[in-house]
Nanobody, 114 residues
Framework: VQLQASGGGLVQPGGSLRLSCVVS????????MAWYRQAPGKQREFAAF???????DYAGFVKDRFTISRDNTKNTVYLLMNSLQPEDTAVYYC?????????WGQGTLVTVSS
């Protein structure tokens, strides 16, 4: 199982980014996918989840700013992030639970700064 995240970068406060995560090694359409993030000096925390049937769930800090989606034809999960703030600065990881083991992508760095 491999997960390849991309799309991070430097963005100004109030800006937007879309993260992507391409997954291989599993029947992607059968599994829920999640994004987590880890800010400097902090523990990794849950951000968003999308089920195999496209039901989504978000952490409280998202506050309607983020949208998780998936494209099963591309084995890809996305995280669209709007109204980004400096406190959103973190490494963002995509993850999947497969056969009782959690797999992580390598992470993509999002920096929100003016």
């Amino acid at each position: 199982v491999q997960l390849q995240a991309s799309g991070g970068g430097l963005v100004q406060p109030g800006g937007s980014l879309r993260l992507s995560c391409v997954v291989s090694g599993i029947s992607f359409n059968l599994y829920g996918m999640a994004w987590y993030r880890q800010a400097p000096g902090k523990q990794r925390e849950f951000a968003a989840f999308i089920s195999s049937s496209d039901s989504a769930d978000y952490a409280g800090f998202v506050k309607d700013r983020f949208t998780i989606s998936r494209d099963n034809t591309k084995n890809t999960v996305y995280l669209l992030m709007n109204s980004l703030q400096p406190e959103d600065t973190a490494v963002y990881y995509c993850t999947v639970l497969f056969k009782s083991r959690r797999y992580w992508g390598q992470g993509t760095l999002v920096t929100v700064s003016s």
